[in-house]
């Protein structure tokens, strides 16, 4: 890091985390992707992965001691609403509201990449930023981040049933609603075979009641159950 301005790090751990790092190498390191290292050899050795994996150890502990103090619930319920909490999804809008994506240090080629490419990016660095701050300020105060940052968004996720698989939830709403089941059908496929995306309708007594799309069948259709959640909370509402 000799020569690199760290103003940029520094201000984010002041302003966004609320402390500054004794070590601020662990901070740049986190937000440092393996791409970068690969272009910035002679510079720059470390990359963000094993702070990555110390941070989801980490923040699976967090979430799991939070989830067991505090709810009285089975064990397949608690996992369900930990799954949901710590999802890709999850850390990358917390990732998001952090703005720390200007830090990130990636190469030309993931900077031009996917949105979805770059998402996965910053949840990752999330974590790897779970595991700097872990090691530079003790458990304490990863705790107290993934609190304000993860935990807190648990009430929205209880009271959207997000933490519910969507295919089943789904297949239950239609049957009491409609008496009827669910189908899935292919609309659309796009892509090369190594990077195909599919779109898939998911339909009720004939009705497209959703719509989604991945990077594989299965992704399709969770997502077009999830579309077709919210057409049936619509329904209800109206």
């Known amino acids: 890091m000799t020569g ?3 103003t940029p790090y520094r201000d984010f751990a002041r ?17 440092t992707h393996r791409s ?16 990555e994996f110390l941070g989801d150890a980490v923040l699976e502990l967090s979430s799991t001691r939070f989830l067991f103090d505090n709810f009285d619930k089975p064990e397949g319920i ?18 998001t509201l ?10 030309r080629g993931e900077k031009r990449g996917s949105e979805r ?37 648990l009430d929205t996720i209880l009271a959207d049933e997000s933490w519910r698989d969507p295919k089943s939830h789904l297949q239950e709403v239609s049957q009491r609603v409609d008496n009827q089941m669910p189908k899935y059908q292919v609309l659309e496929e796009d892509g090369p075979d190594h990077d195909k995306i599919f779109v898939i309708g998911v339909y009720v007594d004939g ?8 990077t594989s069948k299965q992704m399709a259709q969770q997502e077009a159950a999830k579309q077709a959640l919210k057409s049936y909370k619509k329904d209800e509402r109206s």
Do not use: C
């Open 98 to 107: 952090l703005d720390y994506e200007p830090l990130l240090r990636m190469s």
């Open 36 to 51: 970068y290292v690969n272009e910035h050899k002679k510079s720059t050795r470390e990359h963000n992965e094993r702070l």
């Open 4 to 6: 690199m301005d760290l």
């Open 15 to 31: 302003t966004k985390l609320g402390f500054e790092f004794n070590d601020i190498g662990l901070l740049v390191t986190a937000m």
């Open 117 to 153: 490419a770059r998402a996965q990016i910053l949840a990752n660095a999330f974590e790897a930023l779970i595991g700097a701050i872990y090691l530079d300020q003790g458990y304490g105060a990863a705790d107290k981040f993934i609190h304000e940052n993860i935990l807190s968004k």
């Open 78 to 95: 608690l996992t369900s609403w930990r799954a949901a909490l710590v999802r890709t999804e999850s850390i990358g809008a917390a990732g």
């Open 207 to 214: 009705k497209l009641r959703g719509r989604g799309s991945g």
